[in-house]
């Protein structure tokens, strides 16, 4: 397997790995991700199927072919998502050697150069955020664990963590705002959890026994 191989497999898991949610939420309005299609690797894109929930009609879902390479970078997952979220709403002109069809489905071929990518939300970023801490990248055991969440306000996020640390028995909970540095929040996390500045003890939150509030950091 050569290099540019294994990158567009990689890149074609880390897509996978982040529409599976929307297999369940609409990606954008009531459509749904029905399936991701890998794309032999000399053609360095991915395909990604959309339609109603619990469609399984080839004549009622259309796939789009987004690709992978943008100058010498790769397109991220969150990219792909939201040029798919552009490119699925409105009307969107394709030339007549841009549609065709695949596995009975027709099939778009995206020009990311004629479409503006539809915004980073705060549920995109929120997610992420979940996401890193559930799943962290590392196989060491993590020094914070996730152990719930609540969304309070559209700029608002609760994390519920639970740490080893003898000094923060029980449940700590970190309130942080969607958006901002979130792999330089992520590394930071666990070292700020015993901020004494920022800690309030005997909130009207059962479920933990203090909150941390990282809103301003």
Not at 68 to 96: N, S
Not at 114 to 138: G, M
Request: glycine share 6%; aromatic share 6%.
């Amino acid at each position: 397997m050569t290099y540019e191989h294994e990158e567009m497999v990689e890149q074609q898991a880390d897509i996978t790995g982040l529409l599976l949610h929307h297999v369940y939420a609409p990606l954008v309005e009531d459509q749904h991700v029905r399936g991701v299609l890998p794309v032999p690797p000399t053609a360095e894109a991915v395909r990604v199927v959309l339609g109603d929930k619990d469609e399984y009609a080839p004549g009622r879902l259309t796939a789009y072919e987004i690709p992978l390479r943008a100058g010498d970078e790769l397109r991220t997952p969150h990219d792909v998502a939201a040029l798919l979220r552009t490119v699925h709403t409105g009307t969107h002109i394709y030339p007549r050697d841009r549609v065709g069809t695949v596995m009975g489905m027709t099939l778009f071929t995206v020009d990311p150069a004629t479409v503006v990518p539809a915004p980073f939300t705060n549920d995109d970023w929120s997610l992420t955020l979940l996401r890193c801490l559930a799943f962290p990248a590392t196989e060491e055991h993590p020094r914070a664990r996730l152990c719930g969440f609540l969304f309070l306000a559209p700029d608002r996020l609760r994390l519920y963590l639970g740490t080893e640390e003898e000094a923060l028995p029980g449940t700590t909970a970190a309130d942080v705002r969607p958006g901002g540095a979130l792999t330089a929040l992520l590394a930071a996390l666990p070292s700020l959890l015993d901020e004494e500045r920022l800690t309030a003890t005997g909130t009207d939150d059962p479920h933990c026994s203090r909150v941390v509030d990282l809103t301003d950091w």
